[in-house]
């Protein structure tokens, strides 16, 4: 596990200190604010003296002086390739119709590239998004993803990249797919040849029934589902077989006594 700077001085402040229960508290913001990224600080000093001070040396060996309170003598070296992790706070998302909606926030980030959104398939672990991150701040941060629903994994995990090309993994976000009502998804892709497919949620068990007509209203074909469970599914209409030309046509679904229809456009 890696540590915080600020833990690692805790740990070493009092082996370090003289006599006297002083202490030293140690705001990084102050330090980012005058351009010294954390993970750039090579070693921190401290003597006591008539004008006391903190000095700080950096990756380029540059320093920077700070005057503080006395507290005696204070030296803290940081362990070669020394980084702090990002300091995730939640991680959340819900479902509303077939879009998912994913938040997360961070109290703090060093050198954090960014998000890879990940969802769980049939399969393993898929990447469906990246969100970039905000390299090194001090300041809490809001991050959200869209992505649409078609399947009932709605399984999902954040992997958070440094810039070095290292990564830790969030913790698993399982969000209900069980609908509150029938619907259906806009078919994809539209217009589409030879395939298209689409989307619907049902709220119980049950069969779908899956009509194709064309502008004429004449009836194409008719299907109907096998007894499936509740939540997404999905139908894949296959015009190739079906001989049809271009032009509109029209999908109704029925589940119950709920009856959706979607325009959809065959082009060849």
């Known amino acids: 596990m890696r540590l915080t700077l600020m833990a690692l001085l805790t740990l070493i402040l009092p082996t370090l200190l003289f006599a006297q229960q002083d202490s030293l508290y140690i705001d990084f913001t102050v330090f980012n604010d005058e351009g010294c990224p954390i993970e750039s600080i090579q070693e921190i000093t401290f003597t006591g003296s008539n004008q006391d001070s903190l000095s700080l040396t950096l990756s380029d060996n540059s320093q920077q002086r700070f005057l503080i309170a006395s507290i005696g003598e204070l030296t803290f070296h940081a362990p070669q390739g020394y980084t702090v992790p990002v300091e995730m706070v939640n991680f959340s998302g819900c479902l509303e119709g077939f879009t998912i909606y994913l938040n997360w926030n961070t109290a703090s980030e060093i050198n954090n590239a960014g998000f890879e959104v990940q969802q769980l398939t049939a399969k393993d672990w898929q990447k469906i998004g990246f969100v970039a991150g905000k390299g090194t701040t001090t300041i809490g941060q809001s991050y959200s993803f ?123």
């Open 146 to 268: 869209e992505a649409t629903g078609t399947t009932n994994s709605l399984r999902f995990r954040l992997k958070q990249l440094d810039l070095d090309g290292s990564f830790t993994y969030s913790k698993i976000l399982v969000i209900d797919a069980v609908p509150f009502s029938f619907s259906v998804s806009q078919n994809y892709p539209n217009p589409f040849n030879p395939s298209t497919n689409i989307s619907f949620q049902i709220p119980s068990a049950g069969k779908v029934r899956i009509v194709l007509f064309d502008m004429l209203g004449r009836r194409i074909q008719k299907v109907e589902t096998p007894e499936l469970s509740a939540g997404m599914h999905q139908y894949e209409l296959k015009a190739g077989s079906l001989g049809l030309s271009s032009g509109i046509y029209f999908l109704q679904l029925t589940f119950g006594n709920t009856t959706i229809q979607k325009k959809i456009n065959l082009l060849k």
